[in-house]
């Protein structure tokens, strides 16, 4: 059974930082492409940044140059730092594991609880 925990997320001030870490359990890690999602209240779930199995990453026009995704095989887990957090980063954020191709991220059904980021001043 596929078991997906996020964590790390809390509430910053504006130009914070934090790291979010997910762990995965039953299932090949290093088999798949990896991707960290966010989904704000009444919106829906954005794709923010993505890492393939070799370690190449990608990140959304709004957090690049300021959030950074990361694996360790070894560990079984993605980590998501996130450097001079902004007002509009607020968001329940999710990792899952999934599929790279042609630029585009395909996720699979396997979806954790999520971590609540919350910046405000």
């Known amino acids: 059974q596929v078991h997906i925990v996020e964590s790390g997320g809390g509430s910053v001030h504006p130009g914070g930082s934090l790291r979010l870490s997910c762990a995965a359990s039953?299932?090949?890690?290093?088999?798949?492409?990896w991707g960290w999602y966010r989904q704000a209240p009444g919106k829906t779930r954005v794709l923010v940044a993505t890492?393939?199995?070799?370690?190449?990453?990608n990140y959304e026009d709004s957090v690049r140059g300021r959030f950074t995704i990361s694996r360790d095989s070894a560990k079984d887990t993605v980590f998501l730092q996130m450097n001079n957090l902004r007002p509009e980063d607020t968001a329940v954020y999710y990792c899952?594991?999934?599929?790279?191709?042609?630029?585009?991220?395909?996720?699979?059904?396997?979806w954790g609880a999520g971590t609540q980021v919350t910046v405000s001043a």
């Open positions: 899952n594991p999934g599929a790279l191709h042609r630029k585009s991220f395909y996720p699979t059904d396997n």
């Open positions: 890492i393939t199995d070799g370690g190449s990453t």
């Open positions: 039953g299932l090949p890690f290093s088999g798949y492409d």
